[in-house]
């Protein structure tokens, strides 16, 4: 059989659903912003660049069939109406967190040429990750007349995407191991999860190749000897020096060599996990990302984990530019020992065991530290640690650490030496650390003040949307000295290249990333950090589309192993066994899903107590409430009224006394 007849079935038998799109006005929202107004709607984004209206939009991924690409997508408009009032919306502002909001604000020359957008349907995409191809789309249910001021809104239309066939698309044949990893991360991405084992890539047999590849210096064998033993026994593991690799693949210098390897590992080898040692040089990509005359980020591991195309398509040996066809999946999970100093990998090295090993037991593996500096007062970082806090299970301690116009906490390096298993500082970043807005002092976490921590047996897992942290390109960055302090830490750190974006009065590229990265720890309960991270990114580029994104994809970095297993996520912490099992709550796929009107939401209670049921947003809101109360032990069954939701995918979340637990519920209508 030809290719193109292949191609051809497949399409016939393609089930890329239509999809429907439906939103109450009483929905939309306007809040003023220098004396314009912002709109906005649960879990919405604005697609366009800076200085286009902000008119938000839906966004929608799916995955489609091997050979296919998703060409465009039919809009049939079944109710419209205007908005009361008239309007004069602001323009998308992208604002790095080290700069002030401009006092004039740029409006492009949409805000003269009539009504906007001219197109509903924004940012038509389709990529891969691990073989499985991802459609996605943004739907844009608003047009604005600048003249008139009136703000039109589709109520209720019908999405029908045309997915054709596609010659150029790759099409691999993969391990066992590697598809289901993939499936696993793909139901926290896309829609249509229910045709992810059908359209998954060709089983390979005969795999041979050890998922998780440590890559560095030969000399570096003996320290990193007992952590590759140790990946023996979780996932299987192999060394590869850089000098191996330099003397048996090609290419233009030595990031593109070890990339090479990483191809052919990945295609066909079974690689899944990658842990890079190096600090900046041979084994970094400095990407060309580039705005104006700008290159925007220093390091880019995204190079490494990202494996279609070359990341050079126009050739010129600056890789990463816009124009270099770069989907931007992950497609192996990449971490990295930015050292070349023997005694500080040894450092990260005995961590990362111990942490799997005999880290310690007590609350401290349930807690979280949420750091909240003022970034654009009276804007500041409270409202991405907010978001992020109705994600942390109900039973879990949390510390919010919130500064005002008065003051700032000064207790953060107490808490960490408590004990923390997760943090998210969220200040004014350089490379030598996190800062509040306000003096005295300006510290968070830096240069200034990390040296009093003592926590090497209870580090924390970081991330951060803060400026220039994790850059290692001139001197030891925060991240780093975060991870090769030998009396305390982390385990493992995400912190941004270059600048962390922001877009007041709404989230930023970097506070979507950081969101969906704890949506993923845990919602999904993805517990290993490498995969947590990459899911994260590819949550994001599937189901968002905003200004700066490709820029934040590109710098945040993961500084540790990414098979790392999550402290909350163990089995086994005392005596090499287990820490005792705490029953949570179950909480199933609603009947039916997709959901039209209503569903029924099943779920059972290990003990009887006070429990709530809530619908969360792609955006982190709260949209719905299914129950805030008491529920008995055992099964049990509520139906719930999704009439009021917008089209779109949401999570379904159960938190209780005893735990929490997730699942997806897509809305279709």
């Not at 073989?131 to 608003?142: H, K």
């Not at 150029?168 to 992810?196: G, K």
């Not at 650390?433 to 897992?461: E, F, H, K, Q, R």
């Amino acid at each position: 059989m030809t290719l193109f007849l292949q191609v051809a079935m497949i399409l016939m038998s393609a089930q890329v659903a239509d999809m429907s799109f439906t939103i109450d006005p009483d929905m939309v929202q306007f809040t003023e912003f220098r004396g314009e107004d912002v709109l906005y709607i649960p879990g919405g984004a604005a697609p366009f660049e800076d200085g286009e209206p902000g008119l938000p939009g839906m966004g929608y991924s799916f995955v489609i069939p091997q050979g296919t690409s998703l060409e465009s997508v039919n809009v049939e408009v079944l109710s419209k109406v205007d908005l009361p009032g008239t309007y004069n919306i602001a323009p998308v502002l992208s604002v790095a967190l080290s700069e002030p909001i401009p006092t004039v604000i740029p409006h492009s020359q949409s805000y003269t040429n009539g009504s906007f957008p001219t197109t509903s349907i924004q940012n038509i995409n389709t990529g891969n990750k691990t073989g499985f191809r991802i459609a996605s789309f943004t739907y844009v249910p608003f047009t604005w007349n600048p003249a008139t001021g009136v703000v039109s809104l589709v109520t209720s239309a019908n999405l029908t995407p045309v997915v054709s066939a596609a010659t150029d698309a790759p099409r691999l044949s993969l391990s066992d191991n590697q598809v289901r990893t993939a499936i696993s991360a793909l139901e926290s991405v896309v829609s249509n999860t229910e045709m992810l084992e059908a359209y998954s890539p060709e089983i390979s047999s005969g795999v041979d190749g050890a998922p998780w590849v440590l890559i560095a210096d030969e000399s570096m064998l003996e320290t990193l000897q007992p952590l590759l033993d140790h990946r023996a026994t979780t996932h299987g593991s192999s060394f590869k020096s850089t000098q191996w690799i330099y003397a048996n693949y090609e290419g233009y210098d030595t990031q593109e060599q070890i990339r090479n390897y990483m191809i052919d590992a990945y295609e066909n080898q079974g690689l899944v996990y990658a842990l890079i040692v190096g600090d900046f040089g041979e084994t970094t990509r400095v990407s060309g990302l580039q705005i104006g005359s700008n290159i925007m980020n220093s390091v880019a591991d995204l190079y490494f984990a990202d494996l279609d195309g070359n990341w050079d398509a126009n050739g010129n040996h600056i890789y990463g530019q816009l124009g270099d066809g770069i989907d931007y999946y992950t497609d192996v999970y990449v971490g990295r020992y930015s050292t070349d100093v023997v005694a500080r990998l040894e450092v990260m090295v005995n961590r990362t065991l111990a942490y799997e090993t005999t880290a310690p037991s007590g609350d401290w593996q349930t807690t979280a530290l949420l750091g909240g500096a003022l970034l654009w007062p009276p804007y500041g970082g409270d409202v991405i640690c907010d978001s992020i806090s109705v994600r942390i299970p109900s039973s879990w301690t949390e510390h919010k650490l919130y500064e005002t116009n008065a003051s700032h906490p000064t207790n953060i390096i107490d808490l960490y030496n408590q004990g923390v298993s997760y943090t998210s500082p969220n200040g004014h970043g350089f490379e030598a650390g996190i800062y509040w807005y306000y003096n005295p002092p300006t510290d968070m976490i830096s240069a200034g003040n990390y040296t009093g921590l003592t926590n090497n047996d209870v580090p924390p897992v970081f991330h951060s949307i803060a400026c220039l942290a994790g850059n290692i390109q001139n001197v030891a960055s925060i991240a780093e000295r975060l991870m090769f302090r030998a009396q305390g830490g982390g385990v493992a750190v995400m912190f941004n290249s270059q600048n962390g974006w922001g877009s007041p009065p709404n989230f930023g590229a970097s506070e979507w990333l950081e969101l969906f990265f704890a949506d993923v720890l845990f919602v999904d309960e993805q517990y290993e950090i490498g995969v947590t991270h990459g899911i994260s990114k590819d949550e994001f580029k599937a189901n968002v589309s905003i200004s700066m994104q490709t820029w934040v994809l590109q710098e945040n970095n993961l500084f540790g192993d990414p098979a790392l297993k999550f402290i909350a996520g163990q089995m086994g912490i005392e005596e090499g066994e287990t820490n005792p099992t705490v029953v949570s709550p179950v909480i199933s796929t609603p009947n039916p899903n997709p959901v039209n009107e209503t569903c029924a939401v099943s779920f059972t209670m290990p003990a009887a107590g006070t429990a709530t049921i809530a619908v969360y947003d792609i955006s982190g809101r709260i949209a719905a409430t299914v129950h805030q109360g008491t529920l008995s032990e055992g099964n049990g069954s509520i139906n719930f009224d999704a009439s009021s939701l917008p089209s779109g995918c949401y999570s379904l979340v159960i938190n209780s006394a005893t735990g929490s637990a997730s699942t997806q519920m897509l809305v279709l209508r």
